[in-house]
């Protein structure tokens, strides 16, 4: 058909859908019957003549009526796979409204290749995939729905998240691979319903957004003991969601894995941009064939993104160990200045998390007059355990460097409930 794509999240209001089909410059709709009033309204504000449902609808037009046409009465569509778009996926990028990153048909086939390589992605005709994640972000859409459909593999979609719908999927469909975000695989770590269920057939948990800590992957391994991998995925929308993955052997706990091929990758230092070596933390740069081609009508925040050289500027701290691991500290707009030290929210997080009587983790930099910001903890405790401010103060004297303990001085928050967590993670 020659049209590209761009998901939208279904949790949308109409002004939020309206604002990015504006963006995108849409030019049909294609909808579920649950959305489709939605999706009438973004249309009328916006001219948009087709509107096609999938199922029934009286105002709509059925999408099935796409697929009835064998399209011998259209010219002939030819394309230049490096230059035209495939898909428009919406991105935050480092920071600021999210914008349309133009991933062309070379992008997608790209990634294809260098995570077919052996030792990464695992996908076959007789997997199935359980994909607790949302198919209108790249990662769904390219790491889980278009590459596992390419391999044959049965794929089981999870609308909407549910803990007790999602275990009893995993036993009743034998899924082998679990592609979800970082949260599940916490829950994974600790739920006791883990162990109530028959699991057995699952060898794969991939997740991505934010990445995993250590004492949480070595935690899913030991109740899961047949999982082959945690293959904790690392990239962004930009550079087709995907730079690093966990090799099927020799996995580090806490990494988010190696380089794929074809691809390259620095670590710069965040003031000079001078490059840096093994074990030394700075902004993770990548560069290759799966770099969008820029950002749809904003040439500005290309700019900012892709430097004249083409490497993506990913806004992700990070090291790599003398294996080439690579581990993502956290994100430069994130990071709390402290006296002119970077803490970093996550490590924090991790080691907070780390604690027997903690279930749940999040720091934020508060703005300090005397020293620029400092990291206040917001805290949930394990099964109701009594714990005290005092205790998790102690507990991170006695663990962490002299300015990340600045804690103590704007106080410890402890809940009862989960944490809602809204800190962009990387992506």
């Known amino acids: 058909m020659g049209g590209v794509v761009t998901g939208v999240n279904p949790f949308f209001t109409c002004a939020e859908l309206t604002n990015q089909l504006k963006e995108a410059n849409a030019k049909c709709i294609i909808t579920v019957h649950q959305l489709a009033h939605r999706a009438k309204e973004a249309a009328k504000e916006l001219v948009i003549d087709h509107v096609f449902v999938i199922g029934d609808d009286d105002d709509c037009d059925s999408a099935s009526v796409l697929f009835e046409d064998d399209g011998s009465g259209y010219p002939v569509i030819t394309f230049?796979?490096?230059?035209?778009?495939?898909?428009?996926?919406?991105?935050?990028?480092?920071?600021?409204?999210?914008?349309?990153?133009?991933?062309?048909?070379?992008?997608?086939?790209?990634?294809?290749?260098?995570?077919?390589?052996?030792?990464?992605?695992?996908?076959?005709?007789?997997?199935?995939?359980?994909?607790?994640?949302p198919f209108h972000r790249a990662f769904g859409m390219i790491a889980v729905l278009s590459l596992g459909l390419h391999q044959g593999s049965t794929l089981i979609s999870m609308p909407r998240f549910d803990q007790t719908k999602l275990f009893h999927l995993l036993q009743d469909y034998k899924v082998t691979h679990l592609a979800t975000e970082a949260s599940i695989v916490h829950l994974l770590s600790n739920h006791p319903a883990v162990d109530k269920f028959n699991l057995s057939s699952l060898i794969e948990v991939m997740s991505?957004?934010?990445?995993?800590?250590?004492?949480?992957?070595?935690?899913?391994?030991?109740?899961?003991?047949?999982?082959?991998?945690?293959?904790?995925?690392?990239?962004?929308?930009?550079?087709?969601?995907?730079?690093?993955?966990?090799?099927?052997?020799?996995?580090?706990?806490?990494?988010?894995?190696?380089?794929?091929?074809?691809?390259?990758?620095?670590?710069?230092?965040?003031?000079?941009?001078?490059?840096?070596?093994?074990?030394?933390?700075?902004?993770?740069?990548?560069?290759?064939?799966?770099?969008m081609k820029g950002y749809f009508n904003n040439q500005d925040a290309s700019d900012q993104m892709i430097d004249h050289e083409h490497w993506l500027h990913t806004g992700d701290v990070g090291y790599y160990d003398k294996d080439e691991h690579f581990f993502i500290v956290d994100r430069l707009k994130d990071l709390i200045k402290f006296r002119g030290?970077?803490?970093?929210?996550?490590?924090?997080e991790s080691l907070l998390r780390a604690h027997p009587a903690i279930e749940d983790a999040v720091v934020l930099g508060v703005p300090d007059p005397e020293v620029g910001e400092l990291p206040m903890a917001y805290i949930v405790s394990k099964n109701e355990q009594d714990l005290t401010e005092m205790e998790v103060i102690q507990y991170v004297d006695e663990n962490a460097a002299p300015h990340k303990k600045a804690a103590r001085r704007r106080g410890v928050y402890i809940f009862d409930s989960k944490i809602c967590e809204w800190r962009s993670p990387p992506s």
């Open 80 to 133: 230049d796979t490096r230059e035209d778009l495939a898909i428009l996926p919406f991105s935050s990028g480092t920071g600021g409204l999210p914008k349309g990153a133009m991933l062309t048909h070379h992008n997608l086939v790209a990634l294809g290749c260098v995570v077919s390589a052996e030792g990464f992605l695992d996908y076959e005709q007789n997997s199935t995939i359980l994909a607790v994640i």
């Open 208 to 291: 991505s957004a934010s990445s995993l800590g250590e004492e949480t992957s070595r935690n899913v391994k030991k109740r899961l003991p047949q999982l082959r991998r945690i293959n904790q995925c690392y990239g962004m929308t930009e550079n087709t969601a995907i730079s690093h993955m966990t090799p099927s052997v020799d996995a580090k706990h806490g990494s988010v894995g190696m380089l794929l091929p074809n691809l390259e990758c620095k670590v710069c230092d965040v003031s000079t941009g001078q490059i840096l070596g093994a074990g030394d933390r700075g902004e993770i740069c990548v560069r290759g064939p799966t770099v």
């Open 341 to 348: 030290h970077q803490v970093s929210p996550l490590e924090l």
